[in-house]
């Protein structure tokens, strides 16, 4: 294929979002085999595993095959930029291994950077040398902060020539003199819709059912549609519980009502569970009969004493 067809750009930042992915993949795939160990195990060491899982995958993708995983399922690979001649020539190894570095190097040394101020052999002794030392970690914090904002600041510049040329979406590709071409002649992009459409269609599903859930009383449903199915056998069954049977549990927790209030209808509450489920639903409505809650009254009980 010829290095100088020209690759789309969308094609070149798909790969590497594939790439993350992967990378990502293997990340929540290798914390799973420490899941069973105490919380933050890996938090120590979790930007050097990182780079180890991002080395292991370039050692068996682009230092075989001049191609990561995101290019390979796209149908693309590295093109050496520094090559005279005309046919494709695929990238040396001290490319490779500057492209490895310059990647995963940043990351590493942006996580790392915090920590790696004591390891300079500043040490204090007494009041002089702790002040002169307090300076030097702020002096190196602050040169530090200012590196990558040029970094971040390159970056954006390179993405912006980018997308005004179409090669090298990353700083670390033009350094390296790495060029995503293509890797088998006559490439289409293929672009089927049935996924992206069925995405939007759920999304949109989704949304519609968040925004009216809230505004569905489903306590107030469910006590309709049970009675309506339900509503002659609940309705002598209740018959033969005559007076005090429906105040001998509470509707809401079914124990012994604790200081027995009602809301309007003939069943009664624990003082707590109707004060607290009104205070959370403000059209609250009873759950045996459907019956809209109004305030909680105490009940007032007469108790008759009987000789036997």
Same mark, same amino acid.
């Given at each position: 294929?010829?290095?100088?067809?020209?690759?789309?750009?969308?094609?070149?930042?798909?790969?590497?979002?594939?790439?993350?992915?992967?990378?990502?993949?293997?990340?929540?795939?290798?914390?799973?085999?420490?899941?069973?160990?105490?919380?933050?195990?890996?938090?120590?060491?979790?930007?050097?595993?990182?780079?180890?899982?991002?080395?292991?995958?370039?050692?068996?993708?682009?230092?075989?095959?001049?191609?990561?995983?995101?290019?390979?399922?796209?149908?693309?690979?590295?093109?050496?930029?520094?090559?005279?001649?005309?046919?494709?020539?695929?990238?040396?190894?001290?490319?490779?291994?500057?492209?490895?570095?310059?990647?995963?190097?940043?990351?590493?040394?942006?996580?790392?950077?915090?920590?790696?101020?004591?390891?300079?052999?500043?040490?204090?002794?007494?009041?002089?040398?702790?002040? *002169?030392?307090?300076?030097?970690?702020?002096?190196?914090?602050?040169?530090?902060?200012?590196?990558?904002?040029?970094?971040?600041?390159?970056?954006?510049?390179?993405?912006?020539?980018?997308?005004?040329?179409?090669?090298?979406?990353?700083?670390?590709?033009? /350094?390296?003199?790495?060029?995503?071409?293509?890797?088998?002649?006559?490439?289409?992009?293929?672009?089927?819709?049935?996924?992206?459409?069925? *995405?939007?269609?759920?999304?949109?599903?989704?949304?519609?059912?968040?925004?009216?859930?809230?505004?569905?009383?489903?306590?107030?449903?469910?006590?309709?549609?049970?009675?309506?199915?339900?509503?002659?056998?609940?309705?002598?069954?209740?018959?033969?519980?005559?007076?005090? *049977?429906?105040?001998?549990?509470?509707?809401?927790?079914?124990?012994?009502?604790?200081?027995?209030?009602?809301?309007?209808?003939?069943?009664?509450?624990?003082?707590?569970?109707?004060?607290?489920?009104? /205070?959370?639903?403000?059209?609250?409505?009873?759950?045996?009969?459907?019956?809209?809650?109004?305030?909680?009254?105490?009940?007032?009980?007469?108790?008759?004493?009987?000789?036997?």
């Amino acid at each position: 294929m010829n290095p100088q067809t020209p690759v789309l750009r969308i094609s070149q930042l798909d790969a590497l979002e594939l790439d993350s992915a992967l990378e990502q993949l293997v990340w929540t795939q290798f914390s799973l085999c420490f899941q069973n160990c105490r919380p933050g195990f890996l938090t120590p060491l979790e930007p050097e595993l990182r780079v180890l899982l991002h080395l292991l995958l370039w050692r068996f993708t682009l230092y075989s095959n001049s191609a990561t995983v995101g290019q390979s399922l796209l149908s693309l690979r590295y093109h050496s930029k520094f090559s005279l001649s005309p046919r494709y020539r695929p990238l040396s190894p001290r490319q490779k291994l500057g492209l490895a570095v310059l990647t995963a190097g940043p990351l590493w040394l942006q996580e790392r950077s915090h920590r790696l101020l004591p390891y300079l052999g500043l040490s204090s002794q007494g009041s002089g040398s702790e002040r *002169e030392s307090g300076l030097l970690h702020q002096g190196l914090r602050n040169a530090l902060t200012l590196v990558a904002g040029i970094v971040k600041f390159t970056n954006l510049i390179n993405f912006l020539v980018f997308l005004r040329n179409g090669r090298h979406p990353i700083l670390a590709e033009r /350094i390296t003199g790495a060029q995503t071409v293509f890797s088998k002649p006559n490439v289409a992009r293929e672009v089927n819709y049935k996924f992206m459409n069925r *995405e939007l269609l759920w999304h949109g599903f989704a949304e519609f059912l968040i925004f009216l859930f809230p505004l569905i009383n489903t306590k107030k449903l469910k006590a309709t549609i049970l009675s309506a199915v339900f509503g002659g056998e609940r309705a002598s069954g209740e018959g033969a519980r005559e007076g005090q *049977e429906l105040w001998k549990e509470c509707g809401l927790c079914g124990e012994w009502p604790t200081m027995p209030h009602t809301v309007g209808c003939q069943h009664v509450f624990c003082y707590y569970c109707i004060k607290s489920h009104s /205070i959370a639903d403000p059209y609250l409505t009873c759950p045996k009969c459907g019956a809209e809650a109004g305030q909680p009254k105490l009940v007032k009980l007469e108790v008759e004493m009987t000789d036997r």
